[in-house]
């Protein structure tokens, strides 16, 4: 195996445990990697704002890593905040995703100016995320015309609702929105919505050109569908053991969960223990 210079973590029931915290163990993990030269690239769906204290906790800026948003759609160097890369959602889509949200009676979350904007801030689902990020909730009645008043559209959709209808109105929406959206469900009540072409395997691929890098040299721990592309992508593309089925079926190795440090297990047999 290739040395390992990269990992890329996904946050939510990867990286951090049920309690949304980093565990002791990990930390010192992912620290000693750092300083052996490894750089860490925070790969998440959540927006930049609901991952910096994350990278922070982590010393990202120091150590030259990376912060990945809305699964890909922007991608940042954590040492002095410089914007690599971003895909906006197309502006003709917004109003169909916000005519959908009605039609389906799925709450509808987006990110803009530090803020939550949605068409339903009292959902639980929604209050949940806010909470998550640290972010205030602006609710909108008409969230289209809000979204068309800003000077560009937003990179990420969050579709929210219990799991049964969201598994439903995902596959409707992947037919819907077929070569024009990238609709897949990140946690059974989180469905993420981003441009055509873009996930977090787009944007590894942009971090490593950058690195003159290869995936042969990349390591990436996730636990969701939306994890798919990146843990094929990488040279050692690992599940958590709480992912779900199709993941842990396309990694080449399953870890410990994400209450059991689980990336501190994986990088003990497969980092610490290189030659």
């Not at 915290?21 to 992912?30: K, V």
């Not at 909470?131 to 602006?138: D, K």
């Not at 990146?230 to 779900?244: H, K, S």
Request: glycine residues 10%; proline residues 5%; charged residues 20%.
């Amino acid at each position: 195996m290739d040395t390992i210079k990269f990992i890329a973590l996904d946050l939510d029931g990867t990286l951090t445990d049920s309690s949304k915290h980093i565990t002791p163990r990990t930390l010192q993990a992912l620290y000693a990697a750092q300083e052996q030269g490894v750089k860490l690239i925070i790969a998440s769906g959540r927006p930049p704002e609901g991952i910096a204290p994350i990278a922070q906790e982590l010393r990202l800026a120091s150590r030259g890593g990376y912060i990945m948003a809305y699964n890909g759609g922007e991608v940042s160097r954590a040492m002095d905040g410089a914007l690599l890369y971003r895909c906006c959602l197309p502006s003709e889509a917004l109003g169909e995703v916000c005519a959908w949200s009605r039609r389906l009676g799925l709450p509808l979350v987006t990110h803009a100016d530090g803020n939550i904007l949605t068409n339903a801030p009292f959902n639980d689902h929604v209050v949940r995320n806010a909470a998550i990020n640290g972010m205030p909730v602006v609710g909108s009645d008409a969230l289209e015309q809000t979204l068309q008043r800003l000077p560009q559209p937003p990179v990420k959709f969050l579709m929210v609702g219990e799991a049964g209808p969201l598994a439903e109105a995902e596959r409707l929406l992947q037919s819907v929105f077929a070569g024009r959206l990238e609709v897949c469900r990140s946690t059974p009540n989180f469905m993420e919505i981003v441009a055509a072409g873009i996930d977090k395997s787009g944007a590894l691929k942009r971090i490593l050109q950058v690195e003159d890098a290869s995936p042969a040299q990349l390591m990436a721990f996730g636990d969701g569908d939306n994890d798919l592309g990146m843990i094929r992508y990488a040279g050692m593309g690992i599940a958590m053991a709480n992912a779900t089925p199709r993941l842990r079926e396309a990694a080449r190795f399953v870890t410990l969960d994400n209450d059991s440090d689980g990336i501190a297990h994986a990088l003990d047999i497969f980092y610490f223990r290189q030659e």
